[in-house]
């Protein structure tokens, strides 16, 4: 076996014992000696040669790319999870027929959907499953991304939350929690507009919490200026510090009437 390999892989192994005990530092250090060892391997993406062992590199790269996503997530950086993603999506796209499909491609393009999902960038969710093939989407990993999606946008808060505990891969849990904050912090601002007050009981199923502790803890780390009174919980703080402006609704109307009266002049 080429030297370059046998050395490759041996850190490779270091890298992954070192991240199985959660340790960071050394784990992110071995991490940017793998990616710097690759950069020697002409086999892989852009130039793709045809060397002797490039199966071996590809697959090789492939699998360190894919334990960089990985520990990414343990480290809850969302930028290094894009950064490692994009170095290793060419090996899922460009690489497809140079070497055996991976068994973690779809947990990981299912993950990284779900990232897109906690990042509210919906656009690029629906870009990247449009990439994907009929089969891809049959898979577990993808169709939980997808209902997610769907649930989020129907607003039914409580399907998504109740997701968490059928999570199809144990790396998508940060982003479930992720996720969660952000539906609750919807609802939490929707409430304190439409709300002068609430029960406590109101407003823990309101924010899908299954007890009060939940509640009075998620109340005294995210809206310190909510009050809890006589059982309840006030809003009326929040809501004197966001005044409502009122629409000119006469005003848009008069505009309106002018558009469509130029408009009937033109045609």
């Given at each position: 076996m080429d030297p370059k390999i046998t050395e490759l892989t041996q850190t490779f192994e270091r890298f992954k014992a070192a991240s199985v005990r959660n340790d960071f530092d050394t784990s992110s250090r071995l991490l940017s000696q793998l990616k710097v060892s690759l950069?020697?391997?002409?086999?892989?993406p852009p130039l793709f040669e045809a060397t002797p062992n490039a199966v071996k590199e590809l697959t090789l790269a492939?699998?360190?790319y894919e334990h960089a996503v990985v520990l990414s997530v343990k480290m809850e950086d969302?930028?290094?999870f894009?950064?490692?993603?994009?170095?290793?999506?060419p090996y899922y796209t460009d690489a497809r027929d140079r070497i055996p499909q991976s068994s973690q491609e779809y947990p990981i393009?299912?993950?990284n959907l779900l990232r897109l999902l906690v990042q509210n960038r919906i656009a690029e969710f629906h870009t990247e499953l449009e990439l994907l093939s009929s089969t891809a989407l049959e898979n577990p990993c993808i169709k939980h991304a997808v209902e997610l999606e769907?649930?989020?946008m129907e607003g039914a808060y409580n399907r998504v939350l109740s997701a968490r505990q059928s999570v199809p891969h144990e790396t998508y849990v940060h982003f479930m929690d992720l996720l969660a904050k952000t539906v609750r912090d919807e609802i939490a601002g929707c409430s304190e507009k439409a709300y002068e007050s609430l029960s406590l009981s109101?407003?823990?199923q309101l924010l899908l919490f299954t007890s009060d502790n939940e509640l009075l803890e998620y109340i005294k780390e995210e809206h310190p200026d909510w009050e809890i009174k006589g059982g309840s919980v006030v809003f009326q703080k929040a809501k004197d510090s966001a005044p409502c402006k009122e629409i000119p609704s006469l005003l848009l109307i008069n505009q309106t009437?002018?558009?469509a009266r130029e408009l009937e002049r033109i045609v």
């Open positions: 950069t020697e391997f002409r086999s892989l492939r699998e360190i969302q930028e290094a894009e950064r490692d993603f994009c170095q290793l999506k393009l299912g993950l769907q649930s989020l109101d407003a823990r009437l002018s558009y």
